[in-house]
């Protein structure tokens, strides 16, 4: 099983729309995750930080649940600009960032 | 630009040959990881230097990977006998300090092709 998994998508939305990626991790003793997004043929950069108590950044919320063991990202008022691969990632017990596969979003017109 | 610098950033080469790539992280940065990417899937950790002292590997690095950061500034990756397998994105990355920040600044890569 792997240390973080994402459901690959991709997910196709209108512009505007509102839209939520989940995925799961496995080591129960993670402190840390992140949301990193990829564009297509670049590298990844972080996009936010993921805390207990959840925490947003304009259009964006990302949210931990420690007893299911899932985080979450949602996008609200989706931009064509959003269109990217959303990476969820934690620090596995080797204290190394773990990456998810990654969620393809696509933003339409 | 003062990010991290990777090179080459195309390598195309046949099966059984040697290959290095370079990089250059962030000058004030201490940190430095390799990973390594194929399509459709998540950057796989490898390797990761604090200073010059390499002090994680994965089990995914097998005996014809090397890694060296030899004055703890840039690094290189060697893959020696390449195989077929080994045709995908090497991402090299650099921090200031442990990961609670979460922040690693990734290089564009270096793509490689084992015909």
């Known amino acids: 099983r792997k240390e973080v998994e994402q459901d690959p998508g991709p997910f196709n939305v209108p512009e505007g729309a509102t839209v939520a990626f989940n995925c799961t991790y496995s080591?129960?003793?993670?402190?840390?995750f992140f949301w990193y997004r990829q564009d297509c043929r670049k590298e990844p950069k972080l996009l936010m930080s993921v805390y207990s108590s959840g925490n947003e950044d304009g259009r964006f919320t990302a949210q931990l649940n420690r007893a299911s063991q899932y985080i979450s990202l949602l996008i609200r008022d989706s931009k064509l600009s959003d269109s990217a691969t959303y990476l969820c990632?934690?620090?596995?017990?080797?204290?190394?960032?773990?990456f998810g596969g990654g969620t393809r979003l696509m933003v339409k017109p | 630009d003062t990010g991290v610098s990777q090179n080459p950033r195309h390598k195309i080469t046949k099966r059984g040959q040697n290959v290095t790539f370079r990089c250059d992280p962030i000058?004030?940065?201490?940190?430095l990881y390799w990973y390594r990417q194929t399509l459709g899937q998540g950057p796989e950790f490898l390797t990761y230097?604090?200073?010059?002292?390499?002090?994680?590997k994965s089990r995914l690095l097998s005996d014809r990977f090397s890694a060296e950061r030899p004055k703890g500034s840039f690094s290189t990756l060697e893959i020696q006998r390449t195989e077929q397998g080994d045709s995908a994105m090497y991402l090299c990355?650099?921090?200031?300090?442990?990961?609670?920040?979460?922040?690693?600044?990734f290089g564009e890569g270096s793509r490689l092709t084992v015909l």
């Open positions: 230097f604090q200073n010059e002292a390499q002090l994680e």
């Open positions: 990355a650099s921090s200031l300090g442990g990961v609670t920040t979460g922040e690693l600044f």
């Open positions: 990632v934690g620090v596995n017990a080797g204290n190394m960032l773990t």
């Open positions: 000058s004030e940065h201490n940190r």
């Open positions: 080591n129960s003793a993670s402190q840390s």
